[in-house]
């Protein structure tokens, strides 16, 4: 498949829900981030296609200066909203608002695969100083430990959901190959943490509504908000009220810019 430039088309509207129901990404992250650097090396950060900031925010403390960036002007807005401390700037993954060699750290958390890859990972090289680092870190379809309300997410998406799937969803692969097939990284590894999140009925439908094609086959109902109801009274028919964890597991890769 081709690989497009990042859009915002997947997004539009969505900064609310992204903002309530999206998780934060855990603390064990952050730490393993700031293990990998020296002291020097926690200047600046660029958090790219930020969404509403729930990476961004985890960066403020490991790094002096924090930006996050988002193609869609809704999501800078709320990111804004929630994390009024941090600066937030409209940008495409491909073409970055910063001066050459003047970024410490790279991050991307679950937003790689809306990238042009290639072209992104050539931008991240000019953004970056010389021994830079990239992050890029991500969770995958969540998982709960529930049965029954898996086989409902499941129902859901085999129904419904899938046949709005963007395609570059399907390049959710290992990035750390994509690192390695660029030849700009050295010390290339791999981390996975668990992250449990407990949710709720209303939690769990709100997740999937801000998902790019649960919105993408809500938009075209007539009463899109009746429909999210209904999944959130069929979850909480099973929860009674109770919350479930979901597993968001978080696979997470590093590189370092080769000097």
């Known amino acids: ?6 859009t ?13 129901y ?22 600046t950060a660029v958090d ?3 969404g509403t900031g729930k990476s961004t925010g985890g960066l403020t403390s490991i790094f002096r200066n924090t930006f996050g960036l988002d193609l869609e002007l809704n999501q800078v807005r709320k990111a804004t909203e929630l994390y009024p401390d941090t600066q937030f700037l409209v940008s495409r993954a491909e073409i970055c608002p910063f001066k050459d060699h003047t970024v410490d750290v790279v991050t991307v958390a679950t937003a790689f695969y809306w990238f042009h890859m290639a072209k992104s990972l050539e931008e991240f090289r000019r953004l970056l ?35 709005h799937k963007d395609p570059r969803l399907s390049l959710d692969n290992d990035s750390g190959e994509v690192l390695k097939r ?14 449990l999140v407990p949710m709720n009925a209303a939690q769990m439908a709100g997740f999937w509504s801000s998902t790019s094609y649960g919105a993408a086959y ?36 590093h590189g370092q810019l080769i000097a």
């Open 1 to 6: 498949m081709t690989e497009q430039l990042s």
């Open 8 to 20: 915002t088309q997947p997004f539009k509207e969505l900064s609310e829900a992204f903002g309530t």
């Open 22 to 43: 999206r998780p934060e990404y855990p603390k064990a992250v952050y730490d393993w981030i700031a293990k990998q650097l020296s002291q020097e090396q926690r200047g």
């Open 48 to 50: 790219v296609a930020c």
């Open 129 to 163: 100083k010389s021994g830079g680092h990239f992050f890029v870190y991500k969770y995958k379809y969540p998982i709960p430990e529930n049965k029954r309300i898996l086989a409902i997410q499941r129902r859901e998406y085999e129904e419904h959901w899938r046949l």
């Open 182 to 195: 660029s030849c700009m990284f050295r010390r290339i590894s791999y981390r996975k943490f668990p992250n």
């Open 218 to 253: 809500a938009r075209n109902l007539r009463e899109s908000v009746r429909y999210w109801k209904a999944l959130e009274k069929e979850f909480d028919a099973v929860l009674s009220g109770k919350t479930v964890d979901m597993d968001f597991a978080i696979h997470a890769w």
